[in-house]
């Protein structure tokens, strides 16, 4: 009876001051196990989830016109992964797609969403990556059939904590920085993410060993989730199931988003709602 109403004490506790109860290695294994999700790509996958005893260890990632992509590994490894790499180079590598050598780190990594990572949360998921265990595989080079750009954008010198006072803001930070959500829900036109006219209009296709997948609409239009009630968002998300319960197909990281707390799943929610509403292409 006492600990069960001490637990309640100290979840209600915890609920009410997460960034104080937080260490960056906390925040990191939360970020990188739900929203964050840098495994979807550099873990092996299978069917059943990631592959055991692999995290993070790098894989073949597809085979398209333009490139063939290999995700590497990023384990503390130091011949095979970074363990080399100091913590500002890691941050590098993910907010400006820069190795240390100086080489530009290609698609579909997502650095451009990754700019918008706060220091904290970057910081958190160094000391995530710097906490895995070192895994020994070697996975060959991508090759791009097109010159990668010299830089990814300017330098990213600091980028400040987005509250999380105002749900909407804190949710597009989720959804984009966080997220990279977009880097799938919008359509590619001459082979760029057209983020400026048709964010979340969805209409791209990622095909794999899933089969061929065409991103849904996520806008709030009438071929998005306008008739989506929250609850149907939020169960796409993190239990990856259409209204009706049919199961929505991968590359989504549903895996992952199922440990998305409950806070932030309403704030992406919350931010959806208030995009522009976009047609289908
Ligand atoms: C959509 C897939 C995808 C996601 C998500 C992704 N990456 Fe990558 N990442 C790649 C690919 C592909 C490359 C290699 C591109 C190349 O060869 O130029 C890469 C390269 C890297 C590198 C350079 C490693 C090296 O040895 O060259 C680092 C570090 C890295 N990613 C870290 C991360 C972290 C941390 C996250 C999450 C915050 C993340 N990535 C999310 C696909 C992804
Ligand atoms: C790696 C690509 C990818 C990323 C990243 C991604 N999604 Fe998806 N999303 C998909 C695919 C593929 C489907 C399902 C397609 C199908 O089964 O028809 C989907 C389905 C959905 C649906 C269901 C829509 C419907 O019509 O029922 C929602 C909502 C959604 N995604 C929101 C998000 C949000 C929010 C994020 C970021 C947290 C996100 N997605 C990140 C690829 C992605």
């Known amino acids: 009876m006492f600990f069960k109403f001490f637990g309640a004490a100290i979840a209600f506790v915890m609920a009410g001051l997460p960034a104080l109860a937080e260490t960056p290695l906390e925040r990191g294994r939360y970020l990188m196990n739900s929203i964050v999700a840098c495994g979807n790509c550099h873990t092996p996958q299978t069917p059943a989830g990631p592959a055991q005893g692999m995290e993070l260890a790098g894989q073949f990632l597809m085979s398209i016109d333009p490139f063939t992509a290999y995700a590497p590994n990023i384990t503390p490894d130091v011949e095979t992964g970074i363990g080399g790499w100091t913590d500002e ?34 910081k958190a998921i160094v000391a995530y990556l710097r906490s895995v ?60 993410l057209d983020v400026e006219n048709q964010m979340g209009a969805g209409g791209q296709i990622l ?27 939020a169960q796409a998300i993190t239990k990856g199931l259409r209204p009706d319960g049919s199961p929505l197909s ?29 047609p289908l292409p």
């Open 89 to 122: 180079q890691i941050i590098a590598a993910i907010r400006e797609g820069r190795r240390p050598d100086g080489s530009i780190i290609g698609p579909p990594m997502p650095v451009e969403f990754y700019r918008d990572m706060s220091d904290n949360d970057v």
């Open 133 to 192: 265990p070192p895994v020994v595989n070697v996975v060959e080079r991508s090759t791009y059939n097109f010159p990668l750009p010299a830089s990814h954008g300017d330098p990213v010198i600091s980028v400040a904590e987005v509250s999380r006072d105002n749900l909407v803001e804190y949710g597009a930070y989720l959804t984009t920085g966080l997220g990279h959500c977009w880097a799938c829900h919008t359509p590619l036109v001459n082979g760029q």
């Open 207 to 233: 095909d794999g060993p899933w089969g061929v997948a065409v991103t849904p609409n996520i806008t709030p239009h009438e071929d998005g989730i306008r008739d989506y009630s929250d609850a149907d968002i």
């Open 250 to 278: 991968p590359p989504m990281a549903f895996y992952y988003y199922q440990n998305i707390a409950a806070d932030d799943v309403a704030a992406i929610v919350a931010y959806l709602r208030t995009i522009d509403p976009k």
